[in-house]
């Protein structure tokens, strides 16, 4: 979906933070911030909820447990009960490397995934950038405007905030598939007339 | 939460000169976008002919069999055993860096993370490579892995130490390269956005999985870098302990011992420091990157060395007192007569790695030492060396002299395709660094910004002002910013 957003790029992270404050006072509603460095806090300041990728790491990680002790334990007791040196069907120390190789191996990937999914991030993804520099030296704060918003009024607010580059942009949302040397074309919903 | 980027003048800067973020940009992602200089050429040349006398000897070796090679009775893990060990043990440094010492808050890991971790990928890489050949009839190799086949099903035995290598090792690959890969993510997308060529933004753009830099996206890289930090701590110290299990779990005089693992795990962290050192010596020279990489870096690296040295010191010396103590007629001679002596016929090795691994990393108890590049880099070659001497004696002095004397083997060394194997294992390991320094930046760009205005020397000349303040007025000035 196309809409209008009002970018600021700020230079300095305790300006930013003081804008983030400020315009969420006023009222605005922030997209989202782009830093090119993870800062610490601001996704408290923005007022976003904490991530749960390490909880899905666990339920992987029991998972590999569970797949791998299970298997092992129904391969040698169930499935083809082998005698290896007169050593017990289900000799739980020796399955202990394989049962820990696998926890790890199935969270680690497992996360990986999950959290690839949930940024929407794969090969081929593309999503609108509305500052290049943003992954550079630049943080890009970005107030998505709504059919009552003062382009102009908030772009003075931001400019009072501390932003030093100010524009408006209209930009689709989410991802779609595309490469990056080819120009953006934005997508546009038009009226169709429908015969009756 | 108070914004002050604050740290003691005391700390020495991790990134020297006067920096902003922009410059830390330039620096580190310019020689991606530069074309390749003459030097790089040369360097790529020679790592692929090494690589394709490598491939060649792989090639007599799945032709003609093993029969190439001078492994037999008694010594039936020759070079290829040792090599895999010791490029192994090398892959370790990358994730002990970047997981353990993330863990531990230690700031410097930021500097030299990116470089070990891809040093980390392509070790284990080589070090794939020899068991993977060693079996013998490599294209029945898969059958290492268990999957429901119609052979029975047979499966592998899950008892068995090599096939815990097996999933130790594979595992280690894949979780070593999620890691290096996520903590990428962020700087190729810094790469795709600077590229100019068509080239350039199409593989960038792919590369970087369409990377924003969100505040919710890093928020969760984070969260995942932690976490995986986490899991590839206890990972990386069980890969070299079930590497030792594969001969401690035997009855062979000289591998029958509880020390394995933690004198496996130091020796691996030792070596692996070492190789991090040689590259990352040349590589900021070559890319100018003396900056991010500095002598304080080096000097962190070198206490690593001398400390996992001494630990494995004092592992060969326990070894060697278990081995008497035992009272074992067979432990003791392989101690005794095999190894110490001099005069046995490989004598000149257990030395060489006494006086590569023990001897001379004691010398980087002077600071002056540790912080002289020039003799690091020595000393990083040395260590190597040694480290390979280590595994050579463990394997061989072993099992070169059976309990059946009639069947001692004279003397082995290896033939020419075996030593060929090993040139292609450093011809693949160079040729993929030689090819990552070039497009990848081969140091983590996101994290020496996020550390750049604490520990950057332009931003910790500006604190004087906070280092004189009386306590209750820092107090009363932060608090502002405190929510």
């Keep these: ?196 | 939460m108070s914004l002050l980027k604050y740290e003691s003048q005391l700390r020495e800067p991790l990134v020297n000169g006067d920096k902003n973020y922009h410059q830390v940009t330039e620096d580190i992602i310019g020689p991606c976008e530069t074309k390749p200089n003459r030097l790089w050429w040369i360097g790529l040349s020679i790592s692929l002919a090494l690589l394709l006398f490598g491939v060649y000897s792989v090639y007599r070796e799945v032709t003609y069999g093993i029969g190439q090679w001078n492994v037999n009775k008694t010594v039936g893990w020759g070079w290829a055993i040792t090599n895999f060990v010791w490029w192994i043990g090398i892959g370790h440094a990358g994730t002990l860096i970047s997981a353990i010492l993330l863990l531990f808050g230690q700031k410097w890991r930021t500097g030299v993370n990116r470089a070990a971790e891809a040093m980390t990928i392509f070790a284990v890489m080589c070090a794939a490579m020899f068991p993977v050949f060693h079996v013998g009839r490599v294209w029945d190799a898969f059958f290492l892995f268990p999957y429901p086949n119609s052979r029975g099903p047979v499966w592998p035995n899950f008892n068995s130490a090599l096939l815990w290598d097996v999933f130790a090792v594979s595992t280690y690959f894949t979780v070593s390269v999620l890691f290096w890969y996520t903590g990428l993510l962020p700087d190729l997308a810094t790469l795709r956005d600077r590229a100019k060529k068509k080239f350039g933004k199409m593989f960038y753009g792919l590369a970087s999985f369409g990377w924003t830099g969100s505040t919710k996206h890093w928020q969760r890289q984070e969260s995942l870098a932690l976490v995986l930090a986490g899991l590839a701590t206890p990972l990386v110290l069980s890969v070299h302990t079930i590497v030792s299990f594969d001969f401690a779990t035997s009855v062979i005089p000289g591998w029958h011992t509880t020390i394995f693992p933690p004198y496996f795990v130091a020796g691996a962290v030792f070596s692996g420091f070492a190789m991090v050192q040689s590259l990352l010596i040349i590589t900021r020279k070559v890319l100018h990157l003396e900056d991010y990489i500095t002598l304080g870096h080096i000097e962190a690296m070198n206490k690593v060395i001398v400390l996992t040295g001494s630990i494995v010191g004092c592992a060969y010396l326990s070894e060697l007192f278990v081995a008497w103590y035992s009272m074992n007629t067979y432990e003791w001679w392989a101690f005794r007569q095999n190894r110490v002596n001099i005069f046995s016929p490989y004598g000149w090795a257990y030395y060489g790695m006494i006086f590569c691994n023990v001897v001379s990393p004691q010398l980087f108890w002077s600071r002056k030492l540790r912080r002289n590049v020039l003799f690091t880099f020595f000393m990083a070659v040395l260590v190597n060396v040694g480290m390979w001497f280590e595994r050579f004696v463990i394997f061989v002095t072993s099992i070169y002299r059976d309990y059946l004397p009639s069947s001692w083997t004279t003397y082995y060394s290896p033939t020419i395709w075996e030593i060929g194997f090993f040139l292609g294992t450093f011809g693949l390991f160079f040729t993929l660094y030689f090819v990552f320094a070039k497009f990848f930046p081969v140091i983590a760009v996101a994290e020496i910004k996020a550390i750049l205005k604490t520990s950057g020397e332009n931003y910790k000349d500006k604190m004087s002002d906070i280092e004189e303040m009386s306590t209750e007025k820092f107090y009363e000035e932060e608090m502002e910013h405190a929510h």
């Design chain 1, 1 to 196: 979906m196309i809409k209008k957003f009002v970018v600021g790029s700020f230079e300095d992270e305790k300006v930013l933070f003081s804008a983030v404050k400020n315009v969420r006072r006023a009222g605005y509603k922030i997209h989202d911030v782009y830093t090119p460095f993870p800062i610490h806090g601001l996704d408290k300041a923005m007022g976003l909820r904490e991530t749960s990728i390490h909880t899905m790491g666990f339920i992987y990680g029991i998972t590999g447990t569970t797949i791998a002790l299970g298997g092992m334990g129904w391969i040698f007791t169930t499935d083809w009960p082998l005698n290896i040196g007169g050593k017990p069907h289900f000799p739980l120390p020796a399955f202990i490397p394989i049962t820990f190789e696998l926890t790890v191996l199935l969270s680690a990937v497992g996360m990986v995934y999950t959290f690839c999914w949930l940024c929407k991030m794969m090969p081929g993804v593309k999503k609108h950038h509305f500052n290049l520099r943003s992954t550079d030296d630049l943080m890009t704060m970005v107030i998505e405007c709504t059919e009552n918003s003062n382009e102009a009024e908030m772009e003075n607010f931001l400019k009072d905030n501390g932003a030093i580059e100010i524009n408006t942009q209209m930009a689709e949302e989410g991802w779609w598939f595309g490469r990056y040397d080819k120009d953006q074309k934005l997508y546009r919903t038009e009226e169709i007339e429908v015969a009756d």
